[in-house]
Nanobody
Framework: QVQLVESGGGSVQPGGSLRLSCAAS????????MEWYRQAPGKQRELVAA???????NYGDSVRGRFTISRDNANKMVYLQMNSLKPEDAAVYYC?????????WGQGTQVTVSS
């Protein structure tokens, strides 16, 4: 069983930055692929960024070049550095871990981008 707890959300002006964190509990963290999703009101949940167990990364088209995903296996943490934030980045951001049939979600953290 893996539990995921996101933090770091908040309110920021357009052009600003935020760093989201996802703390994982449980064993074998390094084997999990880790992902960040987001969901804005009235929209479907979408993949923002992903990092595999070996560190390969992938990004959604709308955030590529502005967001960076990273992981710290020793401390069971995943991060999402978000730069040059836009109003359309506002959403609830969720952390997800996957390994084979194992699939876990965090409770989400709110990001607001407005002037």
């Amino acid at each position: 069983q893996v539990q995921l707890v996101e933090s770091g959300g908040g309110s920021v002006q357009p052009g600003g930055s935020l760093r989201l964190s996802c703390a994982a509990s449980g064993s074998l963290f390094s084997l999990y692929n880790m992902e960040w999703y987001r969901q804005a009101p009235g929209k479907q949940r979408e993949l923002v960024a992903a990092i595999t167990s070996v560190g390969s990364t992938n990004y959604g088209d709308s955030v590529r070049g502005r967001f960076t995903i990273s992981r710290d296996n020793a401390n069971k943490m995943v991060y999402l550095q978000m730069n040059s934030l836009k109003p359309e980045d506002a959403a609830v951001y969720y952390c997800r871990s996957r390994w084979g049939p194992r699939d876990y979600w965090g409770q989400g953290t709110q990001v607001t981008v407005s002037s």
